[in-house]
T-cell receptor
Framework: NAGVTQTPKFRVLKTGQSMTLLCAQDMNHEYMYWYRQDPGMGLRLIHYSVGEGTTAKGEVPDGYNVSRLKKQNFLLGLESAAPSQTSVYFC?????????FGPGTRLTVL | AQSVAQPEDQVNVAEGNPLTVKCTYSVSGNPYLFWYVQYPNRGLQFLLKYITGDNLVKGSYGFEAEFNKSQTSFHLKKPSALVSDSALYFCAVRDTNTDKLIFGTGTRLQVFP
């Protein structure tokens, strides 16, 4: 049981480049979330999904898109990266009220 | 607006001493409260939660938290700190309108040998 996994672990992008972060969970959880973590700001919710085929905006959705084509996967896309998107990104899944987090992706946008 | 606050950016404690990491919350209705720990370069790990029942909740690694409704607090405690407890601790509350978690800004716990 791997829990929640994220790929890649690290990435450096140039401004304007695009990329997709992958989150996978093997716990059959319905709810999945993408957060970003910045110093002194805790975790902020970007987008979330309450089930396969559904997505919704969180607190800071601008500049990001998501897809949940399969229940176990939740993808976060950056279409045109900006330096303000330099952050650590965490995925989480939730069943019964407790969230379980992946190890994170550290993204730097130059 | 519903919120959670961690008033201390950092807490320093000597190994073997008791520790407390503070959290206060503001929600409408009954609160669901959580504590998570984050070790360096790792994701958040669930420690414990309060939903209902006994005000003293026991969790992983010897941690416990006390729910105090009158003070709207949910402080994290441990009777005897270990150096390995040094990490970043997050308090969170479930927004009763949206069911999403609202996280505090985190408290860095440093336990000195």
């Amino acid at each position: 049981n791997a829990g929640v996994t994220q790929t890649p672990k690290f990435r450096v992008l140039k401004t304007g480049q695009s990329m997709t972060l992958l989150c996978a969970q093997d716990m059959n959880h319905e709810y999945m979330y993408w957060y970003r973590q910045d110093p002194g700001m805790g975790l902020r919710l970007i987008h979330y999904s309450v089930g396969e085929g559904t997505t919704a905006k969180g607190e800071v959705p601008d500049g990001y898109n998501v897809s949940r084509l399969k229940k176990q996967n939740f993808l976060l896309g950056l279409e045109s990266a900006a330096p303000s998107q330099t952050s650590v990104y965490f995925c989480a899944s939730d069943q019964g009220g407790t969230q379980y987090f992946g190890p994170g992706t550290r993204l730097t946008v130059l | 607006a519903q919120s959670v606050a961690q008033p201390e950016d950092q807490v320093n404690v000597a190994e073997g001493n008791p520790l407390t990491v503070k959290c206060t919350y503001s929600v409408s209705g009954n609160p669901y409260l959580f504590w998570y720990v984050q070790y360096p370069n790792r994701g958040l790990q669930f420690l414990l939660k309060y939903i209902t029942g006994d005000n003293l909740v026991k969790g992983s690694y010897g941690f416990e938290a006390e729910f105090n409704k009158s003070q709207t607090s949910f402080h994290l405690k441990k009777p005897s700190a270990l150096v390995s407890d040094s990490a970043l601790y997050f308090c969170a509350v479930r927004d009763t309108n949206t069911d999403k978690l609202i996280f505090g800004t985190g408290t860095r716990l440093q336990v000195f040998p």
